[in-house]
């Protein structure tokens, strides 16, 4: 798996324990540059990014918190942060409705999380960033039981502690 470092520093430092959520996103965006681009103006960030062909870019430290995701909305009505203990990637895409991420770019999400689960043991749910909330749709045509297969993680259930 080929990663390119290019660090955005839209990132806090973890204040609470290591993560325990690998969350899934699309970019919502036709290519790199533009998703960074956006990034960029929304001081925003992932922790990588997997374009079409699977290409992987770095753009944050596992080790800080990326600000990928806002609030998830649990089960029993609590609103809770998510980027403190996550961990977030972004295939690009996602801008049509039929969209669906390539072959190359899940193959590439199945190298990656195999290699966070080795270098981060705390690593447990995965979710997809619409799973986490009703304002989100992405990953498009991915649900958490497909996420679920490609990372090796359980699924993350609104019931989830
Ligand atoms: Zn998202």
Known sequence: MKVITALTGHTDPRRYGEP????????????????LQELGRRKLSYHYVIEQDGLVWKLAPV???ARHAGVCERADGR??????????VAWVGGVTESW???TWQMG????????????????????????LTRRKVDPRSVDVEELARITGLEAWRRETA
């Open 63 to 65: 080790a800080e918190a």
């Open 79 to 88: 609103i809770r942060p998510v980027n403190q203990r996550s961990i977030g």
């Open 20 to 35: 325990v959520l690998l969350v899934v996103h699309h970019t919502g965006s036709f290519s790199l540059a533009s998703a």
């Open 100 to 102: 669906r991420p390539t």
């Open 108 to 131: 590439a999400l199945q190298e990656l999380a195999a290699e966070l689960r080795r270098g981060t043991p705390s690593l447990r749910y995965v979710a997809g960033h619409k799973d």
